[in-house]
């Protein structure tokens, strides 16, 4: 049952409890509105309703429009004490979150409704005092859900397909409805409607963009950064990693029904743990750009605050934050110099990892972590606790066929040239033990070398002068990267497809 089903079955049952008070917490008034008039034509009731713009109205339409003076508090309780069994919607109900005249106003109102067993429904996106509160029952109308999402814009769809062209079939209105999650039907209804008049119709290619606005539907964090993803991002190897990527797609944009059918759950993200320079972080990118989502980097490091409770105020600013522009690839990059036993010595430390960690076990937000460590030793053991991370993956240094495709794309790329059979073998066994960071870097100074001096100093040479200046971490750092090896092809699973026998 979708949100809004289940919410007004809710209110219906209220109302025919009787119950002096109900509270719809929404910021959609005029979803709300149109909640209540479904049920007073079902339960044949007329529901008085107020707003500031219309004045006390009825939802059936059914009598004469009646003016009151600013506060309409007072017609209320008269209303309730002249009729028994009457139902009042304020509908543009002001602060009530405190004890303030005006909320003894609403008391004194829900006593009279109380004696004349009627209702007031107040419609309110704010705090309710509690003694307020205690008058009744809450109902919380949040946006809509996913199936209510498909259903709009299926209905969009059908308005508007004879006239514009309509690319989306039924898997690409379930990834539309996905990404606008977190939207209100008025923000949907006015993004799907800019995207037809400006690109001309709905087309497949435009979907990703689709959440292209969101981060701006929410106050900014600090310790938070939207990534710009460039759409023409390719990369080789870590295939094992690509391909477990490939099957979780679908589980991760499947519906909540779907994924109850089967007890499953849409996948967390990934622990990336591996050799420095070899493709931890550039796989964020590549992720968010392959399932079409936008990018988010989090700075852990950034909410400590000398000052008492503020590191854990800015944690869960982050992570609501997070959760509202869902759905998202969030990327944390060297997650263990934020989350390290180190920190954990600490009260605040700890408090931030508690934070943190069970925010990755319990958010039902589509979000989608990408993590990286470097130093995985550091980390604290509860991160690897089995629904944590969907998987941990193991990065080593590529291997000659890897070292072959990447020095095909830099040098296609930043000299726009490409290489035969016989000058690519030579320059894979030049960069013997190099990570993608380490070619990246020689080809670059290269690309730097022909800048300056022009194409005429491209050759060969130029190419082995500059691979034999690197120096590698494997020989710079041999006992680090045995060590991060070990580890790895022990307690995760291979982001690569060979043995590694060859690099």
Excluded at 96 to 123: K, M
Aim: with cysteine.
């Amino acid at each position: 049952m979708s949100n809004y089903s289940s919410t007004k079955t809710e209110i219906k049952n209220y109302i025919r409890a009787r119950i002096p008070l109900i509270i719809i917490e929404t910021s959609e008034r005029e979803r709300a509105e149109r909640m209540l008039s479904a049920i007073g034509n079902e339960l044949s009731a007329d529901i008085y309703y107020y707003t500031d713009t219309t004045q006390v109205t009825r939802l059936s339409g059914a009598g004469e429009r009646v003016d009151v003076s600013g506060d309409p508090v007072p017609y209320i309780s008269g209303l309730f004490a002249k009729k028994r069994n009457v139902i009042f919607c304020y509908g543009d109900v002001g602060k009530i979150g405190e004890d303030t005249v005006y909320s003894r106003e609403i008391i004194n109102a829900l006593y009279s409704a109380v004696r004349s067993n009627s209702t007031l429904i107040l419609i309110t996106k704010d705090p309710v005092f509690s003694k307020i509160a205690q008058f009744g029952m809450i109902a919380k109308l949040d946006y809509p859900d996913l199936g209510e999402r498909m259903e709009q814009i299926n209905s969009f769809v059908s308005q508007f397909k004879s006239l514009y062209t309509v690319e989306w079939d039924d898997s690409d209105v379930v990834v539309a409805a996905t990404l606008l999650s977190g939207f209100s039907e008025i923000q949907i209804n006015n993004i799907l409607s800019n995207e037809i008049s400006s690109k001309g119709g709905l087309y497949k290619a435009e979907i990703p963009r689709l959440t292209a606005q969101k981060s701006k539907l929410y106050g900014t964090v600090p310790n938070i950064q939207q990534v710009n993803v460039p759409n023409d991002m390719t990369a080789s190897g870590l295939e094992n990693l690509k391909q477990w990527l490939k099957e979780k797609e679908p589980v991760f944009f499947a519906t909540d029904d779907k994924l109850s059918r089967y007890s499953l759950s849409a996948p967390k993200g990934i622990l990336l743990s591996g050799v420095p320079g070899c493709g931890k972080s550039f796989s964020a990118k590549l992720i968010a750009k392959e399932w079409g989502l936008p990018l988010f980097r989090f700075d852990i490091g950034s909410v400590y605050d000398k000052w008492m409770g503020e590191s854990e105020r800015k944690m869960k600013e982050a992570l609501d934050f997070i959760d509202n522009v869902a759905p998202c690839i969030l990327w944390i990059d060297e997650i263990e110099k934020a989350l390290s036993v180190s920190h954990g010595e600490n009260d605040t430390g700890k408090r931030i990892l508690g934070q943190f960690l069970f925010w990755l076990q319990e958010s039902t937000s589509r979000v989608f972590l990408v993590a990286t460590a470097n130093d995985v030793f550091q980390l604290p053991a509860e991160l690897f606790r089995k629904g944590r991370f969907s998987e941990v993956f193991f990065v080593d240094l590529p291997n000659a066929d890897e070292r072959r495709q990447a020095i095909k794309l830099y040098s296609e790329r930043c000299l726009h040239v490409s290489l035969n059979a016989e000058d690519l073998d030579e320059l894979v066994r030049l960069s013997d033990g190099f990570s993608y960071s380490e070619i990246e870097y020689a080809i670059k100074e290269i690309a730097q070398l022909v800048f300056v001096n022009g194409e005429d100093s491209l050759n060969m040479q130029a190419f082995r002068d500059r691979f034999s200046l690197v120096v590698p971490i494997e020989k710079s750092r041999p006992e680090t990267v045995s060590k991060i090896r070990e580890w790895g092809r022990q307690r995760a699973v291979p982001a690569y497809k060979d043995d590694r026998g060859e690099k």
